[in-house]
């Protein structure tokens, strides 16, 4: 996973706004919240899991830009230091 690859999944962690903000326009336009209580509370919890969901997904994503980091910036130095003994040895 690459850092270009990450902000698709940052922008995605933004759909739960929108999620609210259609939760927000149902219950302003058609919902009586003492009938509709129970589904209303029922989306309210899915809507925090897949809030969770899609943040775990970001930050496991976040660990493989940081590790694939790591590791070229380790085959920079390992390249360099190649370089420079062969400079030497020249």
Same mark, same amino acid.
């Given at each position: 996973?690459? /850092? ?8 995605? #962690?933004? %759909? ?8 927000? !326009?149902?219950?302003?336009?058609? #919902?009586? #919240? ?7 509370? !029922? ?11 899609? %943040? ?8 493989? /830009? ?10 920079? /130095? #390992?390249?360099?230091? !190649? ?8």
């Amino acid at each position: 996973m690459i /850092v270009n690859d990450l902000e698709d999944k940052i922008m995605k #962690v933004w %759909c739960t706004s929108d999620d609210i903000d259609l939760l927000l !326009n149902w219950i302003s336009d058609e #919902v009586d #919240v003492e009938d509709d209580e129970d589904e209303l509370m !029922n989306l309210l919890i899915g809507i925090k899991s897949l809030h969770h969901h899609r %943040c775990h997904a970001l930050f496991k994503d976040f660990e493989k /830009v940081l590790a694939n980091s790591k590791k070229t910036e380790e085959s920079a /130095v #390992v390249a360099l230091a !190649n370089a420079a003994a062969a400079e030497q040895l020249a």
